[in-house]
């Protein structure tokens, strides 16, 4: 799916007037605006209904406008931007004095990235054409605030489709889950938020494990409450040996229940509705958000999710799973 000139224009016009476009990444689709634009900016928590001390992730076209968005870059920054940017890897850095507020949450750190998609990166490239060429989109998930977060165009249509001008269609998300966000700016590199790019691929940059920490002393940064990227249907996180027994206990209490897994299921008594699962991690990622939100349509009352395998590299959607199902069911 390619946008036409006349859709990238619009986008830029859009932009340039204070709104907001939602936009294909490599991740999910962002709700985009103006990053150098407080007032455009203040859109997007609206849309979203996202609580304003929430710092939003800047996209820039590429590596020469970091230094217009932050300050002190230090060189281990750089050198996890050559070998990650374009990609699903956001840094937290020094901002620059200028920065606003209404993108940072009011902290001193700016979360920046390059994205690894076609479409938003001829966007930024257009956007910055006209806006100059250190110009960047503010774009957290095209979801409220909460909720899963959209893989698809048809997705932020579900989710906001009266509050957006316009939605970019790129096709469906590549890596299907948020960026990686690793902490650059209080000296050693800490991630703060795991996704596709895993501790492994930074092992080999950094020459050591990276430290992880999601706590106290670190900034704000997206996707870190403990309660998000949530279904309206609760959820629950069942291990593999007690799954059917589960489900039939669901079942003679009269519950229907929806099932995700990476394994088959069972040839008798299916539940209301089973989603089959890739069973790497890589694949699990691509499809989760796409089926958390057919199961939250599937009309049942309790999503069940089989306890993913353990290991460093089911980490990024354990996360998202641990916060899903501490969320589910407020909407």
């Known amino acids: 799916m390619t946008p036409s000139d006349a859709d990238y224009q619009r986008a830029v016009d859009l932009l340039i007037a204070g709104e907001l476009v939602a936009i294909p990444t490599e991740t999910v689709y962002g709700l985009g ?34 230094d217009h968005w932050a300050e002190q870059v230090p ?4 050198e996890l931007m050559e070998t990650f940017w374009p990609g699903p890897l956001t840094l937290i850095l020094k901002k620059q004095a200028w920065v606003p507020d209404a993108v940072t949450g009011g902290q001193d750190t700016v979360g920046l990235r390059v994205p690894g998609h076609p479409v938003a990166l001829e966007l930024l490239r257009r956007f910055a054409r ?14 409220r605030f909460g909720r899963i977060s959209p893989t698809t165009a048809a997705h932020v249509a579900e989710e906001l489709g009266d509050v957006v001008p316009l939605i970019l269609d790129g096709g ?17 590199p800490v991630v703060l938020r795991p996704g596709h790019i895993s501790p492994a691929h930074l092992e080999a940059v950094l020459g050591r494990q990276p430290q992880i920490e999601t706590s106290q002393g670190a900034p704000r940064v997206s996707g870190s409450l403990e309660a998000h990227y949530a279904p309206s ?3 629950r996180i069942v291990a593999g040996e007690r799954l059917l027994d589960f489900i039939n206990a669901q079942r003679h209490r ?44 599937a009309g049942v009352d309790l999503i069940v999710v089989e306890a993913l395998p353990q290991g460093q590299e089911w980490a990024a959607v354990a996360d998202r799973l641990r916060r899903a199902a501490a969320g589910a069911g407020q909407g």
Request: glycine residues 8%.
């Open 254 to 297: 009269g519950g229907q229940c929806a099932v995700i897994s990476a394994n088959q299921p069972p040839q008798a008594g299916m539940p209301h509705a089973w989603r089959l699962m890739p069973a790497d991690p890589v694949g699990y990622a691509h499809d989760l958000y796409a089926a958390l939100r057919d199961m939250d349509h």
């Open 33 to 66: 605006a103006d990053a150098a634009n407080p007032a455009a900016v203040v859109k997007i928590f609206a849309a979203k209904g996202r609580p304003a001390d929430h710092p939003l992730i800047v996209h820039l076209a590429g590596h020469d406008a970091v």
């Open 233 to 235: 249907t609760p959820l």
């Open 75 to 78: 060189a281990v920054a750089w």
């Open 130 to 143: 006209v806006k100059g060429e250190h110009a960047g989109i503010a774009a957290p998930s095209a979801n």
């Open 172 to 188: 469906p998300c590549k890596v299907g889950i948020e960026s990686t966000i690793i902490d650059c700016s209080r000296g050693e």
